[in-house]
C-alpha cells in the first residue's frame, strides 16, 4: 500500500527551531509537499519538493532525499503563531494525487 | 479570483437525506481534488478530476458519493442516504502544479 508516516506530536518554545520527519511508501513518486493546517481551518500549502535537497522559504525550509524515501519540514525562529497541524503529503501514482500522512501537531510554547 | 471557494460551509441533515456540495476552484486549475476530514486526521481522498474527467474514485467510498465537475469548472459532490459516519469536513482543492494544491474553507457536515 502507500503510506506516510509522521510523528503525531511535537512541542517547542517560541524561537527555537523544530524538524518534523516524514517517511513515505508510494510508487510512482513524483514530490513531497508540506501543509499546515490550523484547528478549524483549511490547509495551506507550504512547499513542493521535486528534487533532492533543501529549499528555502523564509523561516521554513523542506528537505527531500528520493534514496531514502525521507523528508522533513524544517522550522525556524518559531513563533505562536505556528502552532497548527503540519502534514506531509506524496504526490504519487498514476494520476498524481497528493496522498497525506495524519498529520504532526506542533505546540509552540513561550 | 479570490481563491477556491466552497458552499455551504456548514449543512446540518437527518440522517437518510440527500446532500450535495459546490466548489469552485481557482479559475486557471484544471485539478480538483474532493476530500474528507474528521477531527485529528489527515484528510482522506475521495475523488480527482483532471478538467472535466473524474480520473480517480477512492476505493472506500461508497456507491452513495457521486461527484461532477461539467465543464471542467465548478464541481459538486452528492451525499444520498446519509448516514451519521458521513459527518465530516468536506475539503476542496485544486491545483495548477501537481502538489501544490489550494483548499477552499470546506463544508462541515453534521449528520443527526
Known amino acids: 500500500g502507500q503510506s506516510l508516516e509522521q510523528p503525531s506530536e511535537v512541542t517547542a518554545v517560541e524561537g527555537a527551531i523544530v524538524q518534523i520527519n516524514c517517511t513515505y511508501q508510494?510508487?510512482?513518486?513524483?514530490?513531497l509537499s508540506w501543509y499546515q493546517q490550523h484547528d478549524g481551518g483549511a490547509p495551506t500549502f507550504l512547499s513542493y519538493?521535486?528534487l533532492d535537497g533543501l529549499e528555502e522559504t523564509g523561516r521554513f525550509s523542506s528537505f527531500l532525499s528520493r534514496s531514502d524515501s525521507y523528508g522533513y519540514l524544517l522550522l525556524q525562529e518559531l513563533q505562536m503563531k505556528d502552532s497548527a497541524s503540519y502534514f506531509c503529503?506524496?504526490?504519487?501514482?498514476?494520476?498524481?494525487?497528493?496522498?497525506w500522512g495524519l498529520g504532526t501537531s506542533l505546540a509552540v510554547n513561550p | 479570483d479570490t481563491g477556491v471557494s466552497q458552499d455551504p460551509r456548514h449543512k446540518i441533515t437527518k440522517r437518510g437525506q440527500n446532500v450535495t456540495f459546490r466548489c469552485d476552484p481557482i479559475?486557471?486549475?484544471?485539478?480538483l481534488y474532493w476530500y474528507r476530514q474528521t477531527l485529528g486526521q489527515g484528510p482522506e481522498f475521495l475523488t480527482y478530476?483532471?478538467?472535466?474527467?473524474?480520473?480517480?474514485k477512492s476505493r472506500l467510498l461508497s456507491d452513495r458519493f457521486s461527484a461532477e465537475r461539467p465543464k471542467g469548472s465548478f464541481s459538486t459532490l452528492e451525499i444520498q442516504r446519509t448516514e451519521q459516519g458521513d459527518s465530516a469536513m468536506y475539503l476542496c482543492?485544486?491545483?495548477?502544479?501537481?502538489?501544490?494544491?489550494?483548499f477552499g474553507q470546506g463544508t462541515r457536515l453534521t449528520v443527526v
Open positions: 482543492a485544486s491545483s495548477q502544479l501537481p502538489g501544490e494544491a489550494f
Open positions: 479559475s486557471e486549475h484544471n485539478r
Open positions: 478530476f483532471q478538467n472535466e474527467a473524474q480520473l480517480e
Open positions: 508510494t510508487s510512482g513518486f513524483y514530490g
Open positions: 519538493n521535486a
Open positions: 503529503g506524496a504526490d504519487a501514482g498514476n494520476n498524481r494525487k497528493l496522498i
